[in-house]
């Protein structure tokens, strides 16, 4: 028997997948090539890879978000109990996402209050950071600073309003319970891809400042002790996020928790 489905039809039924694993490529790609590319140290091309691994996932979940194809009811039903952007998405690893934003900001904030330029680094300010190690000014880094947090920053205040208005969109728009959730979880796995990884290279900022010899003193000890934490949490949540990108469903267990109820 022939085919009778248009070739259309059926890439449609499949672009948001497309579109999602095509983001993740092209990203790495662009991470492989900016992490590459010369610079006066190892660091900017990091920040630049990362960040732009990042924007990419959010934008191919986004692409396919948009060309994902709506069920089409004979007859449609509404709720009385509203829509929320809080019963779409991961309900476990969600609050995880933005503890590790929040933490992400206020280290950029700190890097950024607290950065210096060093010595001989005309044009580079928010380098280093300068402590006093046997009576004469030490620089110590990479420190996040906005020399490197301009891009993250940057990189947030774009992804993350977007990444909230799609949330609403999906939840207040038509298809069923298990697409409107699917959608979401994707979307959350790319904003968690973005925030997870910046704040790894963060905390990898921070750890080889602070340890780079013995000038940093018990504040550095106290800090590396704290921020640890942090690095560990990201790299699960970055492993998750990237699962969670690549095949949402994978992950998806409101079936077994029962938060749904049948409109």
Known sequence: MLDTVPLQSRFLEHA??????????????????LVTMR??????????????????????????DALTLRPQEAVRTASLAPRLVRDQVPPRMAPLLVLQATSLVA?????????????GRAGGAGRVLTV?????????????????????????????????????RIAHGPGDDQQRHTRAWAITGAWGLLVSSQLLLVVLMIFVA??????????????????????????FTFGWSLVTVAAPRAVDDHADDGSFDDE
Request: charged share 5%.
């Open 132 to 168: 006093t190690c046997g009576g004469m000014p030490t620089p110590l880094g990479p420190w996040p600073g906005l020399y490197y947090s301009g891009p993250m920053f940057a990189a947030l205040a774009v992804a993350t309003p977007v990444c909230v208005w799609a949330l609403r």
């Open 210 to 235: 602070l340890t780079d010899g013995a000038c940093a003193g018990p504040p550095g000890v106290v800090t590396i002790v704290a921020i640890c934490p942090l690095g560990l949490l990201s790299l």
């Open 107 to 119: 280290l950029l904030v700190i890097g950024a209050a607290t950065a210096s330029s060093g010595p």
């Open 16 to 33: 948001d997948h497309y579109a999602r694993w095509s983001g993740l490529g092209i990203g790495m790609v662009a991470a492989q090539q």
């Open 39 to 64: 610079s006066g140290d190892i660091t900017t091309p990091l920040v630049f890879a990362i960040t732009a691994f990042g924007l990419c996932a959010v934008g191919g979940v986004l692409l396919g």
